[in-house]
Structures are given as structure tokens and as C-alpha cells.
């Protein structure tokens, strides 16, 4: 699947994509408290974690001129049956090309994908603090604001990174109905581009 919004293409993730996208994500893990995860992940590992992802969820790429300029997924939302309609949202872009409109693209065609898979809720798990530092600063839940999501609630001081503690935001933006008997989700990999796009 793919469409093209502007100069900017947005496309499915491939495992062969590895590479490329754990030069985006690596930056975060080491610089930055917006991923707590501490050590950056070999490309096999990222290869299998865009493999998985796939099997059921969406894992998109922005890409212009032949560069992939970021990234943006879905994933399960805790785990269990009764969370199938809802999904949890992760995005990651190059660190000279935020601020450039490329994460509401991403995200644009993940929600209408979302929705033609029948799930209704996006949640977003992001570090936040009351005190901005090099780490860490406050714009990804700026930027879920922006883009429709809602406060939920923080869990304070839950994550330790770079000698400091930081808060954890849980944000949701509510894409479909709820309805009494909803529609099974459907995975990724069952739908149609004209059911996406």
C-alpha cells in the first residue's frame, strides 16, 4: 500500500527497511528520554519487530526522493481480548525533519487505516516532564494535542534515564464509534488499498 500526500510518500514498512529506520530510532535511544529503552537494538531484532508488527498492525514509512524521512506504527494495547479495539500509537522521525508535517501525515493514514480495521482507540504511552532537560521536552504531547489526542493521565516519575526520573503521559484520541456489538478487527495484511485509502 501507498499514497502519496505531497512530496511525501507514505508507504508500508519492509524488513529489508531495518537499517534505515534503526539509524532513525537509535538517535532517541541514546540522546533522548522519549523511548525508554536504554540500548539500542541490533537490526535483526528491529527487523523482527517490523516483521511482528505487520502480522496485525500497520507499520508505515515516510519516505521523499528515496529517503525515508520517519516512521509510524500500531500495536497492541495491553494485551488482552477485551483491548482489541484499541491500539497503541508510536512515531519516530529523522531529527532534522520534525516540524516539517511529516508526523501528521504519518499518523493521518495510520488513523484511516485504524478505522478500516475496525479499532477504535489510539492510545499514546509518551515521556513527558515537569522540568524539560536535553533528554527530554515536552513537544510529543504537543504534537498528539495537535493532532486531536487527549490527556488520560500521567504516572509520575515511573521512568529512570540519563540519572533522572521522568513521567510517563497516557494520551487517547477516540476514532470510531463505539458501538453495542462491534466489528471484529481485522488484521493489516486482510485489507485492500481501497479500503485504506
Not at 16 to 22: M, T, V, W
Not at 77 to 93: H, K, N, P, Q, T
Not at 98 to 111: A, D, N, S
Amino acid at each position: 500500500m501507498q499514497t502519496k500526500l505531497g512530496e511525501v510518500m507514505i508507504r508500508t514498512a519492509e524488513p529489508e527497511d531495518a537499517k534505515e529506520l534503526l539509524a532513525i530510532y537509535g538517535p532517541y535511544v541514546i540522546k533522548t528520554a522519549i523511548t525508554f529503552e536504554y540500548e539500542v537494538p541490533g537490526i535483526e531484532e528491529f527487523r523482527r519487530r517490523i516483521v511482528n508488527t505487520l502480522k496485525r498492525y500497520p507499520f508505515l514509512v515516510a519516505q521523499s526522493g528515496g529517503e525515508i524521512l520517519g516512521y509510524a506504527y500500531t500495536g497492541p494495547f495491553v494485551g488482552r481480548a477485551a483491548y482489541d479495539w484499541s491500539a497503541e500509537v508510536s512515531i519516530y522521525l529523522k531529527e532534522d525533519k520534525r516540524k516539517m508535517g511529516i508526523g501528521k501525515k504519518l499518523y493521518q493514514v495510520l488513523e484511516e487505516i485504524s478505522r478500516a480495521q475496525n479499532i477504535t482507540n489510539l492510545n499514546a504511552c509518551i515521556g513527558c516532564t515537569k522540568q524539560e532537560d536535553e533528554h527530554l521536552s515536552n513537544n510529543s504531547v504537543q504534537f498528539h494535542n495537535h493532532m486531536g489526542y487527549e490527556m488520560v493521565g500521567i504516572f509520575h516519575k515511573c521512568g529512570y534515564k540519563f540519572g533522572t526520573w521522568y513521567d510517563m503521559a497516557w494520551m487517547e484520541k477516540i476514532i470510531a464509534e463505539h458501538r453495542k456489538e462491534p466489528e471484529p478487527v481485522i488484521c493489516f495484511p486482510k485489507l485492500g488499498k481501497k479500503d485504506v485509502l
